[in-house]
């Protein structure tokens, strides 16, 4: 628009210009219409006319200079944010639960310290499926909230909209990730008992804890019997398998939404330039990154994302397709379409409603 703009005004000024030429050369003795007394009128008011033509122009050459600047501190600013975040993962380093030996404990750090949080997220589930049999002991999942209250104005925060998931698979998943997350340490443990007692009767949380926190890592001289007898382990004192993550993950997921956050509130660009960015900063993750980016979306710490925003434009995950390199079965027991069905996941090719979508974005 501003280069079309910009080349009718020029175009306009040369027109005069050539017809000014033409008409001098003329009345050298090709043409009598027009005399120079009449051409000098005439180019005075012309020349008021060019005059304003400049200024127009002058103003369209300023304001796409600012446009450029503008656009050029953006771009500065979100690429250092891509470094924070390359350094911030390059950083990490954790002790592997998995370790067999407590002499010889396996550092994980970098990209790697993403599978490991990604298979204890697995891990977790699993375990919360082998407590959850016995301690429903055949009742619904429902009878774990404090009451029916509270369990309604949770079903009620989130959009289900082209949606299929259970919402009891949902709340697993959440339980199971904030085990990760928070972890089930001695302090974690207090944290964790404040978040799920919002929602959660006492009863159901100190039990769920005791549960998590009875499993030592593998190296631990406990891990023995806590397998031979399911965890009576009262009064033994060990490292908790599910040490918790809040202080790796709690950064790492404020940096990434912020940098997210960054480019989608520009006004500058449009969406076709917005996606481009986030893509830029998706291909910085790796596939495990990308599937605890969509265990941490719909946990209770990330369900700002999307699935508490109503509004399709403020929808990040499937408005810039994050999760979109994660491979269709890679995630054990969980369909991702069914949390994300307009996310255009690759090699499943293009999805005629999110086509539509992509109009109303901004």
């Known amino acids: 628009m501003k280069n079309k703009l910009e080349n009718c005004l020029l175009l306009f000024a040369a027109t005069i210009f050539l017809i000014l030429l033409a008409q001098a050369v003329f009345q050298t003795g090709f043409n009598w219409v027009l005399d120079f007394k009449f051409a000098s009128k005439l180019g005075t008011t012309l020349a008021g006319i060019l005059s304003f033509v400049s200024v127009v122009l002058i103003f369209i050459n300023l304001k796409k200079q600012s446009y450029t600047f503008s656009i050029s501190q953006i ?102 990730y904030l085990v990760v997350f928070v972890g089930v340490s001695k302090q974690g443990r207090e944290v964790l008992k404040s978040i799920l007692e919002q929602f959660y009767s006492q009863q159901f949380v100190n039990a769920l804890i005791q549960h998590y926190a009875s499993i030592p890592v593998l190296w631990s001289m406990h891990r023995k019997k806590f397998e031979q007898d399911g965890g009576n382990l ?92 994660i491979p269709a079965e890679f995630i054990t027991d969980i369909d991702l379409k069914q949390f994300y069905p307009l996310v255009e996941y690759e090699g499943l090719g293009e999805i005629p409603e999110k086509v539509e979508l992509k109009k109303k974005y901004t």
Not at 116 to 128: A, P
Not at 256 to 266: H, P, V
């Open 75 to 176: 771009e500065n600013r979100f690429f250092e944010l891509i470094k924070f975040h390359r350094d911030n993962v390059k950083e990490m380093e954790y002790e592997s639960p998995e370790s067999s030996n407590k002499e010889q404990i396996n550092i994980k750090s970098g990209h790697k310290v993403f599978v490991t949080i990604y298979y204890e997220i697995l891990l977790s589930q699993t375990y919360l499926d082998n407590f959850l049999k016995i301690f429903l002991n055949g009742n619904k999942f429902s009878t774990v909230y404090k009451n029916d209250q509270i369990e309604k104005q949770r079903r009620e925060k989130i959009d289900f909209k082209n949606r299929i998931f259970k919402f009891e698979a949902l709340e697993k998943v959440n339980i199971a």
């Open 234 to 325: 009262p009064n033994a004192k060990f490292v908790k398998y599910f040490g918790g993550h809040q202080h790796r993950l709690g950064h790492y997921f404020r940096h990434l939404y912020q940098a997210i956050t960054y480019i989608d509130n520009s006004k500058q660009l449009n969406f076709d330039e917005k996606y481009e960015y986030i893509k830029s900063l998706r291909a910085q993750l790796s596939t495990y990154e990308q599937a605890v980016v969509f265990f941490n979306s719909i946990s209770d710490f990330g369900r700002v994302w999307e699935l508490e925003k109503q509004k399709e434009n403020d929808q990040l995950v499937t408005k810039y397709n994050f999760i979109k390199n």
